[in-house]
């Protein structure tokens, strides 16, 4: 898979992002379009290569998982593109080294 340097964090070209979203029920990272704004000024939410972990081998929770990812016997899903993700609480954007974790 074509992944992590294509854009690297700091980038202030970057328009699309890793991150880790948390939902009510599981947390996913995926790649978000930093463009898309509707008309309204608010941000419309597309993700492409939404990952969902079903095991995260982490003490850490959320935190660990945005800074370094998914431990090396999580269970992840493969990644697919979202049309919707609903009861967001949280996104927080992936290190290298967490973006590197969960597209191994």
């Known amino acids: 898979m074509d992944r992590p340097d294509r854009f690297p ?4 070209n970057r328009q699309e992002i890793p991150v880790l979203i948390s939902t009510v029920h599981r947390a996913m990272a995926g790649y978000i379009d930093m463009r ?4 309204a000024g608010r941000f419309v939410l ?3 290569e939404l990952r969902n972990a079903r095991k995260w081998n982490t003490t850490g929770g959320t935190g660990e998982l945005a800074k370094t990812g998914p431990g ?3 269970k992840l899903d493969e ?7 609903t ?3 949280f996104i927080r954007p992936l ?3 967490a973006e590197a974790a969960w597209y191994r």
Do not use: C, E, M
């Not at 898309?36 to 008309?39: A, H």
């Not at 990644?79 to 993700?85: E, K, T």
């Open 46 to 48: 597309h993700v492409r």
């Open 95 to 97: 290190t290298k080294a």
């Open 36 to 39: 898309n704004f509707d008309g």
């Open 79 to 85: 990644p697919s593109d979202a049309l919707a993700v």
């Open 72 to 74: 090396r016997s999580a």
């Open 87 to 89: 009861n967001i609480t």
């Open 9 to 12: 964090i700091g980038d202030p």
